[in-house]
């Protein structure tokens, strides 16, 4: 077979061959894999929990106003002003029957008995001033002594069970602090002097006060051209004992009036608390 031929036929097998090569071609296509991005989702925090304020309002119950007391009664005055002036006498002999509650005391206290102050003065200047102090103590030793005394008391108790009160209301209300001991004092001294008068002259000779105020008007007559004095010392000291007493318990119905916690009953509280 010629060149030629040779050739020719070499083609046409190659040309009947080409489709099951390029079949077997495997023909690779890469696919471009396209992501698409999605956008970017925000995230949007969750609020926070909301916090709930409870404002607590303070609700005030109010309680119920209290009736008003009802009107103080002329009885109930009365009882009040009696057991208050019985109160004020306990508390006043306390007062004066202790050591030094008339000595320290200048509102009761004794002093040398005035119509015989000339003899005080002069004994004073003869450098006898101890024993005038001396006697002074004494005598308000004595009147201590009274205010002590039971006997006293009975007295003044029974000076108050004859107390007349007219108008009880107006001593309750009244603005002067004593005003229930001065309407004791005025309706009851009297007969309460004399009736201490006793006691009194028992307690100078208990004492000593009557014999050391003998001795001192017997020096003073021994001086030269003085003026005669006379004077009687029970019934300067039955007076002043009597004042001073009276006082003292007027100063204990004033704490009452005025001092809740001198008003130790119900009672008390009741007249003297709502004045």
Do not use: C, W
């Not at 209300?173 to 007969?191: D, F, I, Y």
């Amino acid at each position: 077979m010629s060149a030629p031929r040779f050739t020719l036929l070499a083609l046409a097998i190659g040309l009947m061959a080409a489709p099951d090569a390029s079949a077997q071609t495997k023909t690779t296509t890469t696919k471009k894999t396209t992501t698409t991005k999605k956008p970017a989702t925000k995230t949007t925090a969750k609020p926070a929990a909301s916090k709930t304020t409870t404002t607590k309002v303070a609700t005030t119950t109010k309680a119920p106003a209290a009736p008003a007391p009802a009107p103080l009664t002329a009885e109930e005055a009365t009882a009040g002003v009696r057991e208050a002036l019985s109160l004020s006498i306990t508390r006043g002999l306390e007062a004066g029957g202790q050591a030094d509650g008339f000595n320290t005391n200048p509102d009761v206290r004794l002093g040398f008995p005035p119509e015989a102050e000339l003899v005080a003065t002069t004994l004073r200047g003869l450098r006898m001033g101890a024993v005038i102090d001396k006697f002074e103590v004494l005598l308000n030793r004595s009147a201590e002594s009274v205010a002590a005394n039971p006997q006293t008391a009975t007295i003044l108790n029974n000076a108050l069970q004859r107390l007349a009160i007219a108008d009880a209301l107006a001593l309750v209300n009244s603005r002067e602090g004593r005003a229930a001991s001065q309407l004791l004092k005025q309706q009851t001294a009297a007969q309460v002097r004399e009736e201490l008068k006793p006691l009194v002259a028992a307690a100078l000779e208990q004492t000593g006060a009557k014999q050391l105020y003998g001795e001192l008007m017997l020096r003073y007559k021994k001086v030269p051209l003085v003026t005669p004095i006379t004077t009687d010392l029970p019934t300067y000291a039955t007076d002043k004992t009597t004042e001073g007493l009276y006082t003292l318990l007027a100063d204990e119905e004033s704490r009452i009036r005025l001092n809740a916690s001198a008003r130790t009953t119900a009672s008390l509280q009741r007249v003297f608390g709502s004045r």
